[in-house]
């Protein structure tokens, strides 16, 4: 254990400089390449044209079909109908048309019976004139005067010259019922096939009419003339409703994990297509992924490298954890992949049998939650990469999300680090865990089991959560040894009175082991009360006099029924006994190898406190003496747990020496020896603050006066015979 010693810390010392901390995480950063290099390497398959394939390929990724979704766009532009459009105005422009003939023929007829008035008048005396019908062919070049070249050239002369002949009555009805029927037939849509069919509508409507023959003849070839083609193709709309109907189209996509040709199936043209397209048949390999896994990494050991960078911890320390969590880190990859070799299991993906919490777990009870939770992103991150086998593309989303929300789980789960056994028992509540977060991620990608394979999906959880607390509790015994960290769990060693250590101050010293037990009770619930690790108080109070079993009748405590030896010695050797008992108990406690906090409690307890008993002795005999002289070598208390033990240690023994000690005695005492100890400046070298020491007076008091508090006193009773 020794050279294992050794080596970490040559490895500490060269980590003290930065270049060797960049070092390291580029080193992790190439190891976690390496382990993944294989999983995002582009499968290459051998399949030919025509040829049955001799395996299941599957979509690794999403990729658009072009000339699918191309061939789909040409059907449906070719399924769009002609878009043709109704002329409404022009039902009207025809109405109008033929109402201006009746309108011609009527001012012919009219002109007339005008000329035929007056002809009248004039030749009352002489030979009768002609009647109108008797002049009827040269009326009708007068009615076909007065219209357009366009409409004579398509009328018969028959239709002026029935239109001229018949009497206004029969003529009005022509006129009404012939545009009426013009325009309830131009009022529907007439395309250009549907001309004559309109035609022989308005014909049979006005044959049905009660029009004399030679009317009823002129009305029909008049109607069948008005009717014309009013509806007509919009080349406009017809492109758009195209252009429409083809961005309707969904492109044709490849989807990932879609299987493109089963195990044994023939691989026809379309297949082979498909292959090409999905990145199958390429000779030259693709980069990109191996490119996306070098930023990925890039990134993450960045991200760590940069928050070890912002831990205010001292420099010692810092090298500690960034070691640990490398080891943790490399621990739990090693695992990962080890476990995805497996991958081919018939019936689970091997993910959910991987130990997800374990390091999350370690780290907690090692370092911190925020470490734990920067592993488990990590973790979670390279193992969407390292479980991809048997998934269709080069990241498993599912085993990601299993492996961060189960670590994530681990770290809450862990709510306690003071006994092995909690470590368990968060396993066995993981394993529960674990099992539902399974059933709800296979839930939601809607995967369909057999129950052979839930009784596979139980026992892995079991598998990942136990392991996980199994593997956290078997590795922690090394990495606080090799690391010399001092965990809950070691305290806990440390406070068995069994010791060799503890068991020597029971023996040589008792009035120190039980000045020591004191001490620590005060001490325990002072820290408590600010937040500070009581229970670290509680051992360090436990070892803190540890050198007093060096020369244990020097001091008072000890004293039982013996003269004190310092009442014949100088003050000045007397102090030099006294303040030897911090070294002592240092050595001693590096020698056991105990672990640096509980060192420090011992070596800096006293601070540099002033011996003030020798200090005044020495003055009183009349000596030249130096305050710097008897006072203890420091150094001051650096953390709280320090500075409370050291007014714990000065309150228990000032109280202990009281005669009759009151509640109004001990507050006032506590607070006297608090306040010394501020204008002394033995608490400026840690953060502890003026309200927390309130509530250290606060805690004190109330334990000191638990202790002492006042007993009824007992009457005496003699004997009788």
């Not at 023929?105 to 007056?118: A, I, N, P, W, Y």
């Not at 002609?130 to 004579?152: C, N, R, Y």
């Not at 009022?187 to 049905?208: C, D, F, G, H, W």
């Not at 911890?313 to 995805?340: C, G, H, P, R």
Request: hydrophobic fraction near 40%; include cysteine.
């Amino acid at each position: 254990m020794s050279r294992v010693h050794k080596a970490i810390a040559k490895l500490k010392e060269l980590l003290r400089m930065k270049v060797f901390q960049a070092l390291l995480f580029i080193l992790l950063g190439l190891i976690s390449y390496f382990v993944m290099f294989d999983n995002v390497k582009p499968e290459k398959i051998n399949v030919s044209l025509l040829t049955p394939s001799d395996k299941t390929i599957r979509a690794p990724q999403t990729v658009v079909d072009k000339e699918k979704t191309e061939q789909d766009k040409q059907e449906a532009a070719k399924d769009v109908e002609d878009v043709f459009t109704l002329k409404k105005e022009y039902a009207q422009n025809r109405v109008d048309l033929i109402s201006s003939i009746f309108d011609s023929v009527k001012e012919v007829k009219e002109e007339l019976e005008t000329k035929q008035v007056d002809n009248e008048e004039s030749q009352i005396d002489g030979p009768p004139s002609k009647k109108v019908s008797e002049g009827i062919p040269a009326h009708v070049t007068l009615a076909k005067q007065k219209l357009t070249g366009d409409v004579t050239k398509e009328l018969s002369d028959s239709v002026f010259s029935a239109l001229l002949k018949a009497d206004d009555e029969n003529f009005v009805m022509a006129r009404d019922l012939t545009l009426t029927a013009i325009h309830n037939v131009m009022s529907t849509k007439i395309p250009a096939r549907e001309v004559e069919p309109a035609k022989n509508r308005v014909e049979e409507q006005l044959k049905a009419s009660s029009l004399p023959g030679e009317i009823k003849q002129a009305s029909i070839e008049l109607a069948r003339f008005a009717i014309i083609q009013n509806e007509f193709y919009d080349s406009q709309k017809s492109e758009e409703k195209v252009q429409a109907a083809v961005e309707s189209v969904e492109p044709v996509k490849i989807l990932q994990g879609e299987v493109i040709v089963e195990e044994g199936q023939l691989v026809d043209r379309d297949i082979y297509r498909q292959l090409k397209l999905a990145g199958f048949l390429e000779e030259q390999t693709s980069y990109l992924p191996f490119i996306g896994l070098g930023l990925l990494i890039l990134l993450t050991m960045s991200g760590l490298y940069y928050y070890f960078q912002l831990i205010n911890e001292n420099t010692d320390k810092k090298q500690s954890q960034i070691l640990l969590f490398s080891f943790v880190y490399l621990l739990a990859l090693l695992i990962m992949k080890t476990v995805s070799l497996f991958q081919r299991a018939e019936y689970i993906d091997m993910v959910y049998f991987f130990p997800a919490a374990f390091a999350a777990m370690l780290i907690k009870v090692l370092l911190n939650e925020r470490l734990a939770i920067a592993i488990t992103i990590v973790l979670a991150s390279y193992g969407t990469i390292i479980f991809n086998d048997g998934s269709a593309s080069n990241l498993h989303i599912a085993a990601g999300l299993y492996i961060l929300l189960s670590g994530t789980a681990g770290i809450i789960l862990l709510y306690t680090k003071n006994y092995r056994t909690k470590i368990l028992q968060a396993g066995l509540l993981l394993s529960v865990l674990n099992f539902l977060l399974i059933l709800a991620l296979l839930f939601i990608m809607d995967v369909r089991s057999l129950k052979i394979e839930f009784i596979f999906y139980i026992i892995s959880s079991l598998v990942s959560g136990l392991s996980s607390s199994i593997l956290t509790m078997g590795v922690l015994p090394f990495f606080e040894t090799g690391f010399g960290i001092l965990t809950t769990v070691r305290l806990i060693e440390l406070s068995n009175p069994n010791h060799p250590l503890l068991r020597r101050i029971l023996t040589e010293a008792p009035g120190t082991y039980h000045h020591s037990i004191m001490v620590a009770n005060l001490a325990e619930s002072a820290c408590e009360s600010i937040g500070a690790n009581g229970l670290l108080a509680r051992v360090g109070c436990y070892y803190h006099d540890i050198g007093k079993t060096k020369r244990p009748q020097f001091f008072i405590e000890n004293q039982m029924n013996i003269e004190n030896p310092h009442d014949r010695l100088d003050p000045e050797i007397s102090k030099d006994i006294i303040i030897a008992h911090v070294s002592d108990g240092v050595e001693s406690l590096r020698k056991y190898r105990m672990p640096e906090e509980i060192v420090s409690i011992a070596r800096e307890h006293h601070g540099t406190t002033l011996l003030k008993y020798f200090y005044h002795k020495a003055a009183q005999q009349g000596e030249d003496v130096r305050e710097a002289e008897f006072r203890y070598p420091g150094p001051k208390p650096q953390t709280k747990e320090t500075a409370v033990i050291s007014i714990a240690d000065s309150v228990e023994a000032a109280v202990r020496s009281m005669g009759n000690p009151t509640s109004d005695k001990i507050d006032e005492l506590i607070k006297s020896i608090i306040v010394e100890r501020l204008q002394d400046g033995q608490f400026n070298e840690c953060d502890i603050t003026m309200k927390e020491l309130d509530m250290v007076n606060k805690s004190l008091s109330e334990t000191l006066k638990g202790i002492f508090h006042n007993r009824i006193e007992y009457p005496d009773f003699k004997k009788t015979k």
